[in-house]
């Protein structure tokens, strides 16, 4: 059966770890020619290798995301690779300034700035036009639980991701009537390297949940898959929580 991704690329930021890997290897899986994108091109040649040995297609380009040049750059480059066009992406990058408001550096307000705003900003702005002109595209950004209530430690990261939610809802109104689907996906705790720091408190912070434990990276690029497909062609400006029922609560 020919998949409903077929023929169509994608780039996905932060894709060389976490859920960035699983959605661009479940995308892949399903007919996508995937653009890899991160900042470590060992890391990012050991994706695409998996991909192509499971019978995808796949690119890597290097970027750094806290540079806007980069960011721009990267947007170019993926349109060569996808031959012009660019059919979905996903802003999955996003760095985690964990900790006590007065601890937070001003360094760490302007990165967390760039790379979870400005990035997916200057990505959108860079791509978005072309989908336009194409009259078709599907967007998805990479948000989480704590953009939609208070927690002690996750102010910065909670305000830049609750931008990032503001952003989806501008950006499907702006785009939606030319075609181009804007939605966010809004995890809760899930197993991923970047987490591992955490130790038991993964494991403490997905008690809090109805169903009570972590996520895998594989339920979260699940949901993204949906979105990206003709299966979710009617939703818009959607934020979708994949949070373990935490919504509910």
Same mark, same amino acid.
């Given at each position: ?48 290798? =998996?991909?192509?040995? =499971? ?10 995301? $806290? ?10 480059? =993926? ?31 302007? =990165? ?34 704590? $953009? ?24 499907? $109104? ?9 939605? $966010? ?10 987490t591992l720091g955490m130790g038991d408190g993964l494991d403490q912070l997905a008690a809090t949940t109805p169903i009570g434990r972590p996520g895998e990276v594989e339920d979260i690029a699940g949901a993204i898959a949906f979105l990206v497909s003709d299966s979710a062609r009617h939703i818009l400006g959607a934020i979708l929580p994949v949070d373990g029922g935490r919504i509910a609560i």
């Amino acid at each position: 059966m020919v998949s409903d991704l077929s023929g169509k690329t994608a780039l996905i930021t932060g894709s060389t770890s976490g859920i960035g890997r699983a959605t661009a290897e479940r995308l892949a899986g399903e007919g996508a020619h995937v653009i890899v994108s991160g900042r470590d091109q060992t890391r990012g040649d050991l994706v695409v290798k =998996a991909i192509r040995d =499971a019978g995808g297609a796949a690119d890597f380009l290097a970027a750094d995301l $806290a540079d806007a040049a980069s960011v721009r750059a990267l947007a170019a480059r =993926a349109r060569e690779l996808g031959g012009g066009r660019i059919d979905i992406l996903v802003n999955n990058a996003a760095i985690f300034p964990f900790g006590p408001t007065p601890d937070v550096t001003e360094a760490e307000i302007d =990165a967390t700035a760039a790379v979870n705003v400005r990035a997916p900003f200057v990505l959108v702005a860079e791509l978005a036009p072309g989908m336009v002109a194409q009259g078709s595209g599907a967007i998805v950004n990479v948000s989480t639980m704590v $953009a939609n209530f208070g927690m002690p430690g996750m102010a910065l990261y909670g305000a830049s991701k609750a931008a990032l939610q503001l952003l989806t809802k501008a950006w499907a $109104a702006e785009f939606g009537p030319h075609g181009v689907r804007v939605n $966010a996906v809004s995890p809760g705790p899930t197993r991923t390297e970047g987490t591992l720091g955490m130790g038991d408190g993964l494991d403490q912070l997905a008690a809090t949940t109805p169903i009570g434990r972590p996520g895998e990276v594989e339920d979260i690029a699940g949901a993204i898959a949906f979105l990206v497909s003709d299966s979710a062609r009617h939703i818009l400006g959607a934020i979708l929580p994949v949070d373990g029922g935490r919504i509910a609560i």
